[in-house]
């Protein structure tokens, strides 16, 4: 177990900084204290890991956005069609005359 310089307990926590995108490192786990970083986990990256993960996260974070688009946009029409086939069933019970009371 590694341990902070205030002697606390460390967690690992992933960096997402342009510098060190993906890394790994141990962070002090003491609530209210600002110790932060305490070491590396991983080794440093390569330079060319460190332009390209960037990018391909960017690409990963839009393409999720529009699947999550494509399904609000799927679940609505879904819900318009339902409307639509209500509308058209309430339409032709009254057409043919049909009460509820009887």
């Not at 995108?21 to 600002?34: E, L, S, W």
């Not at 393409?63 to 494509?70: G, I, N, Q, V, Y």
Request: hydrophobic share 40%; with cysteine; glycine share 6%.
């Amino acid at each position: 177990m590694v341990l902070c310089s205030c002697g606390s307990a460390t967690e690992i926590t992933t960096s997402w900084t342009a510098a060190n995108p993906g890394r790994r490192f141990y962070c002090c786990t003491k609530q209210g204290v600002n110790c932060g970083f305490v070491a590396w986990v991983d080794p440093p990256m390569c330079n060319r890991a460190v332009a390209i993960i960037p990018g391909l996260l960017r690409s990963m974070n839009k393409l999720e956005l529009e699947a999550t688009r494509s399904r609000d946009k799927a679940n609505t029409s879904v819900l318009d069609f339902m409307l639509s086939i209500s509308c058209i069933q309430e339409n032709w019970l009254v057409k043919i005359g049909f009460n509820e009371s009887g």
